[in-house]
């Protein structure tokens, strides 16, 4: 071949080799750029300016979180995470993660690692300290050695390694923990990240280096099985969180100081709502006259809606045969969680506490022939539930062992589903905002699909439900994220994840679609062909569990209820006992308003009586005088805003309607 060819040859395959090289990186924006191959999403930051790329913590690549320091050998939609995206945090807190267990192998040598994930405020790693004592007096030195570490800058690198080659490094440590990991991974699907002298097993993703970790702080120390399982060693788990500035762990520490304020077991008992008893039995709450009524408020507020929607009350026993559930599969998935069985004289026959009402509906269902022309059909029920859950996971009003769901079964035509979804959205949204919700995200929660075998059902149906719950949310224009793996076994769901007034996240409100419990129930309508067909049925509670809202409820407002719900929307202090009187009179009048109060007619000064009634949240006081009894008036304070000035009975009583009517408004 001639010189010249070959130069020619070369220059094209070069020109080919480098257009190969190339791959398109598709933003957020729907931009796509040109990048080659191997670039990393620090260097896309860096192409896109100099501050984004400073603070990138990691990328979503294909919707998979990645290291930003990872390179991208294709064509990518690219995500960049900072501190402000929820992925980007977890990234933190899980390298943070792996900066403390540095920090404690360099304390204490020898310690033994089990697991270190990122949590909803910070990480925790379970460690094994060979028989030395941790306690809270620690803290401060591993804060210490972190920061030391953090200023660094040691990069966290990613290296994929062989199993033989992973279980020969933890041996020769001594780290049973790890190797007990080990035993579940294949090769291929192995790898290790290091940072400094400290190298993890570990998919990762991490931050570029440790300089990112500014601001460090040690929350808790608690003992936690291996595994979970009370039959293997107790580890030393410690808790905390880091920072990329050290404003934010100052104000996060007040936020943490006002939650202790607001804590829902602080103010229930102060607010005189709700106790717990050793002698009743732990996780088994006890509703107080106030909170009693607080709740049965809430239980009306939401019957009179549902009358309005069409639903139909229903009562079902607090027992169930196990046979009942069974057949709903409940038994195979909460079994385990549940109560023991109750054993009746009869040899054979078991009942269980009911763990869940939906399959006392089912049968309530079957009670009667059903027709096409009878769909939708919407069964209601304040149904109490139990579940023994750990002693060591009860918590106040949050997690206890018996609660009673807002619990209500949509039996409809597979052509209903969607309509029937979009009410009750429309349905749980009013409850938020009657109860000051304003601010939350709807989780579409969708089967695993890489672990079927958790679920029941056909992959048919399955593909029908999650259609109907997107297409919902999406016509109803809600704010959603897509979250696999959190379906309930039988079905997706629509979970209302609502922040409260300190920014905490909860989940309160949820919606099913379910193809499946009415198939295990055999359950039927007979369709406009006379032929017999299935039903599908739709579960949802806006509350979620009566207990569990409250709690919420309670920190969320600290205690200041909606003035619809509060126990007690006025109290009326006389400014001597001369005005006993009158201000019981007051109260009578009251009454006939629908306006609930209290009169305070203790032989105190007013200034002490107008502070007491402050710290029970009463939203209005109405003082009472020579004056006011003479003009048939009232002297109105409202809490947080002082002296409203004076009014008669009739038209104070306007002012609380009104402002309730205008709550409880259906739009």
């Known amino acids: ?22 791959i398109k990186i598709t933003l957020p924006d729907g931009s796509v750029r040109e990048y080659e191959k191997g670039t990393t999403a620090h260097q896309v930051a860096l192409s896109i300016s100099e501050g984004l790329a400073r603070n ?28 402000n995206d929820a992925e980007g945090k977890s990234t933190m807190w899980h390298s943070s993660a792996h900066l403390m267990a540095e920090a404690l192998e360099a304390l204490y040598p020898g310690t033994k690692f089990g697991i270190g994930p990122a949590i909803e405020n910070g990480f925790y790693y379970d460690i094994d300290l060979g028989g030395k004592a941790f306690s809270q007096e620690d803290f401060k030195k591993v804060e210490d050695k972190m920061l030391e570490l953090a200023r660094q800058g040691n990069a966290y690198i990613r290296k994929e390694i062989s199993k033989t080659d992973a ?59 291996w595994r979970g399982d009370e039959k293997n060693k107790q580890l030393t788990r410690v808790y905390a969180v880091t920072f990329p500035k050290q404003k934010d762990l100052t104000d996060y520490l007040l936020l943490l100081e006002e939650a202790k304020k607001r804590d829902h077991r602080k103010l229930g008992k102060e607010l005189e709502l ?24 809430l239980v009306q507020f939401l019957q009179k809606a549902q009358m309005k929607a069409g639903y139909l009350p229903v009562i079902t026993p607090h027992i169930g045969n196990k046979k009942l559930y069974v057949t709903s599969g409940h038994y195979e998935k909460y079994g385990k969680d549940s109560f023991q069985p109750i054993l009746t004289p009869h040899e054979g026959e078991e009942f269980f506490l009911k763990p869940m009402n939906c399959p006392h509906h089912c049968e309530i269902y079957k009670t009667s022939p059903r027709s096409y022309k009878d769909l939708p059909l919407r069964f209601a029920e304040f149904g109490t539930v139990y579940r023994y859950e750990m002693a060591g996971e009860l918590h106040g009003l949050t997690r206890v062992r018996g609660f009673t769901q807002d619990d209500a079964h949509l039996f409809c035509r597979p052509d209903q589903v969607k309509e029937e979804f979009c009410k ?37 149906n399955w593909a029908l439900a999650e259609a109907a719950i997107i297409e919902s949310a999406a016509e109803k224009g809600l704010k959603t994220v897509v979250e696999l793996g959190e379906a309930a076994f039988y079905g997706p769901k629509l979970d209302f994840m609502v922040k409260d007034a300190l920014g905490r996240k909860w989940q309160l409100g949820t919606i099913q679609v379910d193809y499946n419990l ?68 007051v109260l009578e009048l009251l009454k006939n308003y629908d306006i609930r109060g209290l009169v305070d007619d203790r032989n105190e000064k007013i200034g002490k009586k107008i502070r007491d009634t402050e710290l029970q949240k009463v939203p209005y006081m109405l003082i009472v005088g020579e004056k006011e009894e003479a003009e048939s008036q009232v002297a109105v304070r409202k809490q947080g ?24 408004k259906v739009e």
């Open 274 to 297: 709700f106790a717990f008893s050793e002698n009743v039995g732990m996780g088994l709450p006890l509703w107080l006259p106030k909170g009693a009524m607080l709740r049965e408020r």
């Open 56 to 83: 990138v913590l990691a990328a979503k690549v294909n919707g998979e979180v990645w290291d930003a320091t990872r390179p991208i050998n294709s064509d990518a939609k690219l995500v960049l995470l900072t501190w």
């Open 424 to 460: 009750v959205i429309d349905l749980v949204l009013y409850v938020f905002r009657a109860l000051d919700f304003h601010d939350f995200t709807a989780q579409i929660s969708l089967r695993d699909p890489e672990n079927k075998s958790k679920y029941i059902g056909t992959d048919e």
């Open 1 to 22: 071949m001639q010189p010249y060819l070959l130069i020619t040859c070369a220059r094209l395959f070069g020109c080919l080799d480098k257009k190969k090289k190339m």
């Open 641 to 664: 805003e002082g002296d409203l000035g004076s009014f008669s009975i009739e038209d104070f009583a306007k002012i609380i309607n009104t402002e309730i009517d205008k709550k409880l």
């Open 167 to 225: 279980i020969s490094y933890f041996k020769e440590k001594g780290d049973e923990y790890k190797l007990d990991l080990l035993e579940g991974l294949e090769d291929g699907q192995i790898t290790f990240y290091s940072q400094g002298n400290f190298t993890d097993l570990c998919r990762g993703p991490h931050i570029p280096n440790t300089g990112f970790i500014k601001a460090v702080k040690l929350m808790n120390v608690a003992g936690a099985y």
């Open 518 to 585: 009415p198939e295990r129930f055999e359950l039927e309508y007979t369709g406009s062909d006379n032929m017999k067909h299935r039903p599908v049925m739709i579960h949802r509670a806006p509350f979620g569990s009566l207990e569990r809202f409250v709690a919420v409820l309670i920190e969320h407002c600290a205690g200041k209820f909606p003035l619809w719900l509060t126990p007690e929307q006025v109290c009326i202090l006389p400014i001597s006992e001369k005005y006993n009187d009158y201000a019981k009179k």
